[in-house]
């Protein structure tokens, strides 16, 4: 359990409050770049950490992240003209560039000097892995670009889409870190009985902590001598990492790759979550066919969200479209999709949840060490310090794995290389 004064600073992320502070410190996705395909396109609404803001690409490629409002008269600048390297309001034509200079003001007598006073808020980008991201903390403690091995990874071995999620961030950051649940949730063919996560539905969980948060160790009895191991990353304040190498009947997985997601918070009751997969074999690329297969098998495929949105058809309003005959006679949910059934549970919970509630059982060590984690850096940041997982350097090298392994055998030293980034 958490106590309730303990859950309200890890779920509110607004201006001011603990979280929100925090995550305020690291560099964040804001947006993916297919959302701003053109420069001097349409502008593009952002909620991010509870603020309102507008992202645009400008004449010469740069993005602006700038207030949702005009500061003049707080008109919408939605609506503004994305025109020469500035975002124009269409009230009176104040313009702003992307580091929120007001460069242009008709309105106003020539050379006043009130142009060089006014500023739209602003917040720097940067472009990386197919995804725009920002930093919204003070301008002296900004730390360098991020630099996970999945925004180093060639285009053509890397895919990166995203959901929308109708809960709290730390609902879904904790799904993605709780490693049991597959035996149950995910478990989509309920007979099978060379399904690992059927013959073990009770992982052994190791971790340790690390300068970017901790990686921890998934171990499941696969029977015939051996192992099923999982190594996965969980870096600060709210990505997970994972292999996808091996499938749960041993077999080699035809494209082998890394899996990862980030749970954003867009406000304290909504998140975006960017999904990415990393391919690990320079020879085998993902491409577009294959990532979408992927991304129908979650769920989460084109087809699979309302039109013009990242929101799933299936949602709480329909129940998923939870299949009751299935679930008596195939799958553990009856819901389609790993990304759906995940949603349906994280979801289910209500916007927030009273952590003050739970009974935590051993399979939970991950999720009470990551909030260990946040409200360690909570504090830290309150006390003017650093939280982990801000210097790159602490990452960079990191790379999650998982394969089968004889029993008695180390897995430390049989995954040794696989450990390593390579891109």
């Given at each position: 359990?958490?106590k309730p004064e303990d859950n309200e600073r890890l779920v509110r992320v607004g201006p001011g409050t603990p979280a929100g502070n925090l995550?305020?410190?690291?560099?964040?996705?804001?947006?993916?770049?297919?959302?701003?395909?053109?420069?001097?396109?349409?502008?593009?609404?952002?909620?991010?950490?509870?603020?309102?803001?507008?992202?645009?690409?400008?004449?010469?490629?740069?993005?602006?992240?700038?207030?949702?409002?005009?500061?003049?008269?707080?008109?919408?600048?939605?609506?503004?003209?994305?025109?020469?390297?500035?975002?124009?309001?269409?009230?009176?034509?104040?313009?702003?560039?992307?580091?929120?200079?007001?460069?242009?003001?008709?309105?106003?007598?020539?050379?006043?000097?009130?142009?060089?006073?006014?500023?739209?808020?602003?917040?720097?980008?940067?472009?990386?892995?197919?995804?725009?991201?920002?930093?919204?903390?003070?301008?002296?403690?900004?730390?360098?670009?991020?630099?996970?091995?999945?925004?180093?990874?060639?285009?053509?071995?890397?895919?990166?889409?995203?959901?929308?999620?109708?809960?709290?961030?730390?609902?879904?950051?904790?799904?993605?870190?709780?490693t049991a649940h597959s035996s149950f949730a995910h478990n989509n063919n309920i007979h099978a009985k060379n399904d690992v996560r059927n013959?073990?539905?009770?992982?052994?969980?190791?971790?340790?902590?690390?300068?970017?948060?901790?990686?921890?160790?998934?171990?499941?009895?696969?029977?015939?001598?051996?192992?099923?191991?999982?190594v996965y990353h969980y870096l600060m304040p709210f990505q997970q990492e994972r292999g996808n190498v091996t499938g749960i009947s041993g077999?080699?997985?035809?494209?082998?790759?890394?899996?990862?997601?980030?749970?954003?918070?867009?406000?304290?009751?909504?998140?975006?979550?960017?999904?990415?997969?990393?391919?690990?074999?320079?020879?085998?690329?993902?491409?577009?066919?294959?990532?979408?297969?992927?991304?129908?098998?979650?769920?989460?495929?084109?087809?699979?969200?309302?039109?013009?949105?990242?929101?799933?058809?299936?949602?709480?309003?329909?129940?998923?479209?939870?299949?009751?005959?299935?679930?008596?006679?195939?799958?553990?949910?009856?819901?389609?999709?790993?990304?759906?059934?995940?949603?349906?549970?994280?979801?289910?919970?209500?916007?927030?949840?009273?952590?003050?509630?739970?009974?935590?059982?051993?399979?939970?060590?991950?999720?009470?060490?990551?909030?260990?984690?946040?409200?360690?850096?909570?504090?830290?940041?309150?006390?003017?310090?650093?939280?982990?997982?801000?210097?790159?350097?602490?990452?960079?090298?990191?790379?999650?794995?998982?394969?089968?392994?004889?029993?008695?055998?180390?897995?430390?030293?049989?995954?040794?290389?696989?450990?390593?980034?390579?891109?």
């Amino acid at each position: 359990m958490l106590k309730p004064e303990d859950n309200e600073r890890l779920v509110r992320v607004g201006p001011g409050t603990p979280a929100g502070n925090l995550f305020r410190r690291y560099w964040i996705p804001a947006l993916l770049a297919e959302e701003l395909p053109e420069k001097d396109g349409p502008p593009v609404r952002v909620r991010l950490l509870g603020e309102d803001l507008i992202a645009y690409r400008d004449t010469d490629d740069r993005v602006g992240l700038v207030d949702a409002f005009c500061p003049h008269r707080r008109a919408p600048m939605f609506f503004g003209r994305n025109e020469e390297c500035g975002l124009r309001c269409v009230y009176h034509g104040w313009k702003f560039d992307v580091n929120g200079d007001c460069v242009d003001m008709p309105s106003e007598p020539a050379g006043t000097p009130l142009q060089a006073k006014v500023k739209i808020k602003s917040y720097p980008t940067v472009e990386k892995g197919g995804v725009i991201w920002t930093y919204m903390g003070p301008k002296e403690l900004q730390p360098d670009p991020p630099d996970y091995e999945w925004l180093r990874a060639p285009a053509t071995h890397r895919h990166v889409s995203k959901t929308y999620e109708a809960c709290n961030y730390l609902q879904g950051l904790e799904g993605g870190l709780d490693t049991a649940h597959s035996s149950f949730a995910h478990n989509n063919n309920i007979h099978a009985k060379n399904d690992v996560r059927n013959r073990d539905k009770a992982p052994r969980i190791d971790f340790e902590r690390t300068d970017y948060g901790y990686y921890y160790v998934s171990t499941r009895n696969a029977g015939e001598g051996k192992s099923w191991v999982r190594v996965y990353h969980y870096l600060m304040p709210f990505q997970q990492e994972r292999g996808n190498v091996t499938g749960i009947s041993g077999e080699r997985e035809a494209v082998p790759k890394l899996d990862g997601h980030l749970w954003v918070p867009i406000d304290d009751e909504q998140t975006y979550v960017y999904n990415w997969m990393m391919g690990l074999d320079e020879n085998v690329p993902i491409s577009a066919d294959y990532a979408e297969e992927m991304e129908k098998f979650t769920g989460r495929g084109k087809d699979d969200l309302i039109p013009g949105t990242y929101k799933l058809k299936l949602n709480l309003a329909n129940d998923y479209k939870i299949d009751r005959h299935l679930q008596k006679t195939m799958t553990f949910t009856g819901i389609t999709g790993l990304n759906t059934q995940d949603y349906a549970l994280q979801e289910g919970m209500g916007t927030i949840v009273d952590r003050s509630k739970e009974f935590l059982g051993t399979s939970d060590k991950a999720i009470v060490t990551m909030r260990r984690l946040l409200l360690e850096a909570v504090e830290a940041v309150e006390r003017g310090e650093k939280p982990r997982g801000l210097d790159p350097s602490t990452y960079r090298e990191v790379r999650a794995y998982d394969d089968f392994v004889q029993n008695g055998q180390d897995w430390r030293e049989v995954f040794a290389h696989n450990l390593k980034a390579k891109w």
